[in-house]
Nanobody
Framework: QVQLAESGGGLVQAGGSLRLSCAAS????????MGWFRQAPGKEREFVAT????????NYADSVKGRFTISRDGPKNTVYLQMNSLKPEDTAVYSC?????????????????WGQGTQVTVSS
C-alpha cells in the first residue's frame, strides 16, 4: 500500500510561484511513475504532469508546458511540482497520484493511489 500526502498549496497572485510536494510512503516509490492532476470547481479532473519511475521521462499538459516542472527525489520519497507564472485559470485542487508501473501515463485511470489534494488559488 502506498500513501501520498500533498503540501505546499495556498493563495498566490497571478504571475507568482508555488512548489507543491507529495510525500510517498514505501520503499517501492522508485519504481512507480507519479503524476499531478487538478480539478477546478464544476470541472472534471485533468492531467497536469507526470514523471517516470526513473525520473528520466516527463510529460506535461499543454496548458502548463513551460511554466510547471515536475521532479522527484528518490531518497526523500517525494515528488515536486514547481509552478511558475501562475494564472487565475490554474486555480484548482491539485492531487498527486502513483501507478504500479514505471512508465508515465496521462490518464487518471492509469493510477492506483491518490493523495487527498491541496488547494491552489491564484488571484488576478
Amino acid at each position: 500500500q502506498v500513501q501520498l500526502a500533498e503540501s505546499g498549496g495556498g493563495l498566490v497572485q497571478a504571475g507568482g510561484s508555488l512548489r507543491l510536494s507529495c510525500a510517498a510512503s514505501g520503499r517501492i516509490f522508485g519504481s512507480y511513475a507519479m503524476g499531478w492532476f487538478r480539478q477546478a470547481p464544476g470541472k472534471e479532473r485533468e492531467f497536469v504532469a507526470t514523471i517516470s519511475g526513473s525520473g528520466g521521462t516527463t510529460n506535461y499538459a499543454d496548458s502548463v508546458k513551460g511554466r510547471f516542472t515536475i521532479s522527484r527525489d528518490g531518497p526523500k520519497n517525494t515528488v515536486y511540482l514547481q509552478m511558475n507564472s501562475l494564472k487565475p485559470e490554474d486555480t484548482a485542487v491539485y492531487s498527486c497520484a502513483a501507478r504500479r508501473h514505471s512508465a508515465t501515463n496521462v490518464s487518471p485511470s492509469g493510477y492506483d493511489y491518490w493523495g487527498q489534494g491541496t488547494q491552489v488559488t491564484v488571484s488576478s
